[in-house]
């Protein structure tokens, strides 16, 4: 049996808009295994992205818990938390988030600067396929060649879990599978347990595990005994 | 060099506009510091060595006639360390020029070394024979004389011939002034001449008398004790005055300088660092609001809050530390500059020009740590970013109704683009209450300078034209009868001609008192315009006194006071006289009173010492040969020393005038520019609607505009505040500003900041004109 990596136990979320309590997250449980790759699936307003800040220690839960590697992070302060995202956490948003004034290479140095184990920065450059626009601005890239700059700085970090934020919202088919691949290939090249959040239900196709989430809660938990590879997903 | 501080230069390079905008204003508060608090502390090290050099005296005092062997009999007494007799009196000296009256100040000394007030030689040599005279280097640089040439001096009616052995400086001397009403320094019609003492003595006919004595004592706490004693064991011999180091006229016109710059260097730089302060932390504010992805981003990569905010401060610091370094070092640079221009009026040999390198450090530290704090106050919301919330796009602003918009009847009939200025305004009170601020500010120092340019204008020309009205003030070398007048009518023809009485009393009222000039006029004068502050005339009463407005304050005196008249003639006694009015008087400390009053209350005799004089004719000339005339004072020579005095003023006011308008230039430039990047999206959905460039900058001209009015609105008050604070901060015995700011100044000064906010506003455009909107609606780059 693989090794647990992260484990969320009861885990709630409840936001107060005027009057009105609303249940992001509600009562959800699952578990994910070292070096897998996993995809929470839902459509908008289902919780998921509020799962993923409370699993990467950027938000806090209103009640339940989250071990890594059986350390309880939900009773982490800030401190602790801040310490939790530099070392053990790499983090892939949905609208790359790099920074405007900083080349590809300084964008991903700027994650490589202050976390305990980094990975080659050219390697990994590499690995996403940048070699050449190494030393280009964010403007002068495209969509997809900034997720994969956000890619490289998540993974040069060499964290433990890779958080992915709808990867590909923003992104065309053809550059979206680009960019699935180059998770894939991470994931295989790195071993790091890779979690992708989307509304997208044929990426799914290529997880280990699929976590389906409707209205906060987690409806369904399926093991993919074949994923498939990301070139063959169509949507 | 880490990623982060890559980012900070890169950042500074993509605000620019805004951080030069900043550090201008760092810059020139630290500048104003060094540059003024450098050439006061030159100044006063100089002085205090120049005075220690020269054995400068603690107590000055004149007297009719003090014998001999006074110095002997003084020593030893009431802490008195040394004591100098010498015999001191204006004369006029021989030009060629035969409508030139030239004046000279003799003072004997001793042939060899005089003890106290030593001369420093500048050129020729310092012993002194019977025909030798040692000249004042200010008077031999304004007359081309040198050592080794012979001068003419009129000396008890006579002319005498002299070598001149020697040019010298004099501690004395440093600004010289022939008396307190002349107010500038005129070194080629006024200087000093040194000559030895016994000769002088026995060529004056003073039958071997001084009429000075100069005082040191062991402690110079025990200064007003030992001034008391000396006032009453001179008595005898007619003091005159007696006065204290502080009162002496050359030393206490260079401390009031020096007090001048000290206040300036310690309210100015204020100014600009509270207005960079705040333009610091609110460009940071806003630069965080913007960076709020960005910071997330940071947070979510594992940086901690305060790395993030010492990123930001690195900012706030690198404008502190290259504002403070440069305009540190160009202060000091410039410091020599201005400690340089002093020595068109100040002569001290000793000045030495000093880079107090320290001040730079301290400058450079209290200024980094002044931006540091700032900017803390513009980024401390770091920490409340929340990482997973900065993701997210920010939700709208709150959009509130503002107070006008419930006076219906006007909310309906304003247009849409006002409507959009208006609600702008009230939505970022701060920052336009800021805009406001900067404005006001800018207006107030706005009039205060143009004040400072006509008000030496004004007292020069009050004190000439509407005060004393007499082209010619002639003083006699001893006391005559009216007779003289006849005698001066016959070598000219006078228009108007009257005799007058100045002299020294001490005036008592209370526990204040004041030695000062009293002036015995005709009741019914002509030359001389009385006004008291109210701006009504005033006569010159029948009995009792008028006083000058500082002398009242200086006293403690009001209308009706009966006030004591200590007289220093020998045998005479001291009167209780009324004070009959206090009047206005621009330059000098003064009381006037009836001659005929004078004469039969302090002196019982029909007597004058000058005459007040109108004509048409060659005074000076004509008038050279007259062997009782010590002085003739004429109003042309007194312009001429003026007007040259104000073309070197003009210079510093201007850079006043560019110092104020900076201030308001650079917050309405990066005030405008901030909200410019902040609005962009705003900007463009107008631009969807068919607004063009044009009019969305004349909506951001609206919004500077109304603020500016109110600024100027402000200002004018805060204007008026300034100058009666600097009126009164520069009112001394020796001038008194209480000039009215003329509605011409404030008007000037109005222009003048609205063209420096019209430059800014213009500047602006510029970036409006760059800016691409389209882009800034589909750009989600962080």
Redesign the interface.
Known sequence: MSETILKVENLSKNYKMGEVTVKALDNASFEVSKGEFIVILGPSGSGK?TLL?IM?G??TPSSGNVYFNNELLTTMN??GL??????K?G?V?Q????????TAR??V???T???EESIDIEDVIESVGLKDRIDHF??QMSGGE?QRVAIA?AVA?NPQILLC?EPTGALDFETGISILKVLKDVNIKYKNTIVVITHNSPIAQMADKVIKMRSGKIIEIIENKNPIEPERIEW | MKKLDKRLFRMIKNTKGQYFAVLSIIITGIFVFTAVSNSALNLKDSLNDYYKKTNFADIFVSAMGLPEKIESSLIGQADIKEAEARLVFDTSFITEEDDEKVNVRVVSINKNENKINKLFIKSGKRELTEKDIIIIEQFALARNIHVGEQIKIQINGKQYKFNVSGIASSSEYAYIMENEQTLLPDPENFGIVYIEDNYLRQIYGSKGNYNEILIKINNENNLVQTKDFLEDALDKYGVKRVIKKDEQLSHSMLSQEIEGLEMMSQSVPYVFLIFAGIMLSSMLSRIVKKDRTSIGILKALGYQSSEIISHYLKYAASVGIVGGLLGSIIGSALSGAMTNYYLVFFNIPTLTIKVYYNRIVVSVILSCIFCIISGYWGVKGITKINPSESMKPESPKKGKRIFIENIKFVWNNVTFSWKMVLRSIFREKKKFAFIGAAVAITCGMMIMTIWMIDVMDAMFNRQYTEFMKMQYNISFSGFQNENIKKEVAKYINPKDMEGRIELPFEIENGRNSKIVNIIGLDKNTEFYGFQDMKGNSLKVPEDGILISSNLANNLHAKVGDEVLIKNFIPNKDDRYVKVRGIIKQSLGINGYMNIDYLNDKLLDREIINGIYLNSDDDVQEKLKDIKNISSIQSQADMRGAFEEFTTITAISMGFMVMFSGLLGFVIVYSMTLMSINERTLEFSSLRVMGFSKKEIFYMLIRENMIMSFIGIIIGIPLGLWLVDYMGKSFTTDVYTMNEPVRTNSIVVSIILTIVFLSLAQFMTYAKIHKLDFMQALKNRIS
Not at chain 1, 82 to 87: G, K, P
Not at chain 1, 96 to 102: P, R, T
């Open positions: 992205s800040n990467g950027m938000d800030d401190k801040t310490q939790y995202r530099r070392n956490i983090f948003f609208f790359y988030n790099l920074m405007a004034s900083l300084e964008n140095e700027l994650a600067e202050i976390c964010p403007s900034q700085r970090k934020d």
